[in-house]
T-cell receptor, first 114, second 113 residues
Framework: KAGVTQTPRYLIKTRGQQVTLSCSPI?????VSWYQQTPGQGLQFLFE???????NKGNFPGRFSGRQFSNSRSEMNVSTLELGDSALYLC?????????????FGEGSRLTVL | GENVEQHPSTLSVQEGDSAVIKCTYS??????FPWYKQELGKRPQLIID?????GEKKDQRIAVTLNKTAKHFSLHITETQPEDSAVYFC????????????FGQGTRLTINP
């Protein structure tokens, strides 16, 4: 079974631009969540989607948004990029709804904002 | 909201010795506590988890203990091996679902041969 796939793996943007990251979950997984990983802040929850609906949201500004499609694939978008948005963005999928346990992470999309 | 504190931030042990990493959480409603291992340049992977109705769980050389009263949980690795070298993250989640994890800051574990 293929794992969680994230694209692109690396990207460089400049301040003020926007970026869209994509995540394909493991086949059959309907929940997709996004995390930001930085050396200073660690792993921080961005949002979670289940059956095309945002079910949970972390404490990030409105510049961070996401969506999920009917095939469970998900995208996240960051608008008006800031230097502090440089991070590894990790997508994770899980099999069912709440309290099911293991998250399967993708390799991440490493964003550098110049 | 939930806050998870993890200690130590770095840990160095001799191969074959044991390693212990400790975490405390703030939200008494949290009920799911996983541990993830992240090797350099790799994705985080679940190594063990425990739910609030259990006090201890073991899987070969890895064990996790949970003290709900004190709101802390610990990871124990026995007979450490070089491949145990990695960053370990504890996490907690509650009524909002297991997908919304609050992570500790991570512990960089180095196993010295």
């Amino acid at each position: 079974k293929a794992g969680v796939t994230q694209t692109p793996r690396y990207l460089i943007k400049t301040r003020g631009q926007q970026v869209t990251l994509s995540c394909s979950p493991i086949s059959g997984h309907r929940s997709v969540s996004w995390y930001q990983q930085t050396p200073g802040q660690g792993l921080q929850f961005l949002f979670e989607y289940f059956s095309e609906t945002q079910r949970n949201k972390g404490n990030f500004p409105g510049r961070f948004s996401g969506r999920q499609f009917s095939n469970s694939r998900s995208e996240m978008n960051v608008s008006t990029l800031e230097l502090g948005d440089s991070a590894l963005y990790l997508c994770a999928s899980s099999q069912q709804g709440a309290n099911t346990g293991e998250l399967f992470f993708g390799e991440g999309s490493r964003l550098t904002v110049l | 909201g939930e806050n998870v504190e993890q200690h130590p931030s770095t840990l160095s042990v001799q191969e074959g010795d044991s390693a212990v990493i400790k975490c405390t959480y703030s939200d008494s409603a949290s009920n799911y506590f996983p541990w993830y291992k992240q090797e350099l340049g790799k994705r985080p992977q679940l190594i063990i988890d425990i739910r609030s109705n259990v006090g201890e769980k073991k899987d070969q050389r890895i064990a996790v203990t949970l003290n709900k009263t004190a709101k802390h949980f610990s990871l124990h690795i026995t007979e450490t091996q070089p491949e145990d070298s990695a960053v370990y993250f504890c996490a907690a989640s509650g009524v909002q679902g297991a997908q919304k994890l609050v992570f500790g800051q991570g512990t960089r574990l180095t196993i010295n041969p």
